[in-house]
């Protein structure tokens, strides 16, 4: 079993930065992908930023620019660094990770709880 916790969210002003990060344990032999997503209160949850083992990255339109992924592999962790935030990047923050938990497995997808960022003056 994996487990993903999130951790760094919180109320921020328009204009202002966060770091999200997400630490895995568990059963991993190798993480593949990882990712944030966030789901606003009314709305789906969509895919945020994601980050393949090699380091390739993939934004939303929406934040392109003003957000980092960026992924630490021999602490098993992924970052969001958020800048120029604003009222509609408000939204729980979920971890999403691709884990084999053995050479042999193939990847499953795990999920942390979230963490809210609420950007508010």
């Known amino acids: 079993q994996v487990q993903l916790v999130e951790s760094g969210g919180g109320l921020v002003q328009p204009g202002g930065s966060l770091r999200l990060s997400c630490a895995a344990s568990?059963?991993?032999?190798?993480?593949?992908?990882m990712g944030w997503y966030r789901q606003a209160p009314g709305k789906q949850r969509e895919l945020v930023a994601s980050?393949?083992?090699?380091?390739?990255?993939n934004y939303a339109d929406s934040v392109k620019g003003r957000f980092t992924i960026s992924r630490d592999n021999a602490k098993n962790m992924v970052y969001l660094q958020m800048n120029s935030l604003k009222p509609e990047d408000t939204a729980v923050y979920y971890c999403?990770?691709?884990?084999?938990?053995?050479?042999?497995?193939?990847?499953?997808?795990?999920w942390g709880k979230g963490t809210l960022v609420t950007v508010s003056s």
């Open positions: 999403n990770a691709e884990v084999r938990a053995t050479m042999w497995d193939v990847g499953m997808d795990y």
């Open positions: 568990g059963s991993i032999f190798i993480i593949n992908a």
């Open positions: 980050i393949t083992s090699a380091d390739s990255t």
